[in-house]
């Protein structure tokens, strides 16, 4: 894969995803394209099981959309490619674990591109808001989400002020996994990806599966889907020689090999 602004570099199973686009890594919407071809080329490749979404350099993560494009006449409402904005935030069917790794600045839409990973690690130095409320426009994404995430009334304190919180506020209210040394920070998010890529990937589509579907439902109207193998994931599971192996491997006392079938 080679592209524009983002850089990618496979590892066995794992695909590193870095914003690259100096000086702050400000999303406009050529890569925005970018990395929705990149994370449905992730999707849709059956070595790839983890991707890690970072930032290039020390300073900035991401400060989400570029407002010098927008100045430019690039529209909010734009062809932001396939996953909508940062590639991740609509993309169908992404049912593979992602981290994202904030080494830095993340406000705006470049929060939203963190949140929609399924873990975030955090950078000690890493800063975070949603600054939309000052340019007079809406942290859509974030507006969905984060009440979701957090507790409601912090939640709505941050998008109706704007204001900045760092690394340990944002771990205190559960919005990231936990902090991490900068210079640390991307061996222990490859270290994580590792493991998670010698787990077993129906399992993990499963869970991501049943996670986004069942958000709006009640807890019984979900349970029974699940135990009816009414979610795709969950019937090709248990339908699949990972299952038989991770019961014969428990029986043998060993260490399963997942081969994602």
């Not at 830095?104 to 399924?118: F, K, Q, R, T, V």
């Not at 996994?177 to 210079?183: D, K, L, M």
């Not at 590792?194 to 589509?205: I, K, N």
């Not at 709006?216 to 248990?238: G, H, P, W």
Request: aromatic residues 8%; glycine residues 8%.
């Amino acid at each position: 894969m080679t592209f524009e602004n983002v850089l990618t570099e496979r590892r066995g199973a794992v695909l590193e995803v870095t914003l690259n686009r100096p000086k702050a890594n400000a999303i406009d919407m050529a890569t925005s394209q970018e990395l929705g071809e990149i994370f449905t080329q992730f999707r849709d490749d059956p070595d790839l099981r983890v991707a890690i979404i970072t930032g290039q350099g020390e300073k900035f993560f991401c400060p989400g959309w570029d407002l010098k494009a927008a100045a430019d006449g690039e529209a909010a409402d734009a062809d932001y490619g396939k996953g909508g904005f940062g590639g991740l935030q609509e993309l169908r069917g992404l049912n593979k674990p992602v981290i994202a790794a904030v080494n830095g600045i993340a406000c705006g839409g470049g929060l939203e591109l963190a949140i929609s990973a399924d873990i975030i690690l955090a950078a000690e130095h890493a800063t975070f808001a949603l600054p939309e409320i000052r340019s007079g426009t809406v942290a859509d994404a974030a507006t969905i989400k984060l009440p979701k995430r957090i507790p409601y009334h912090i939640a709505m304190e941050l998008l109706f002020t704007g204001r900045w919180f760092d690394a340990e506020e944002a771990n205190r209210w559960g919005l990231v996994n936990r902090i991490i040394p900068s210079a640390d920070l991307m061996s222990q998010a490859r270290k994580l990806a590792d493991e998670l890529a010698s787990g077993p990937p129906l399992v993990f589509a499963a869970i991501k599966e049943v996670v986004r579907e069942a958000e709006d439902m009640k807890f019984l109207d979900a349970l029974n889907r699940i135990t009816r193998s009414q979610f795709e994931t969950v019937e090709r599971l248990y339908r699949s020689e990972d299952q038989q192996e991770g019961a014969r491997a428990f029986a043998e006392k060993r260490d399963p090999v997942w081969k994602g079938r």
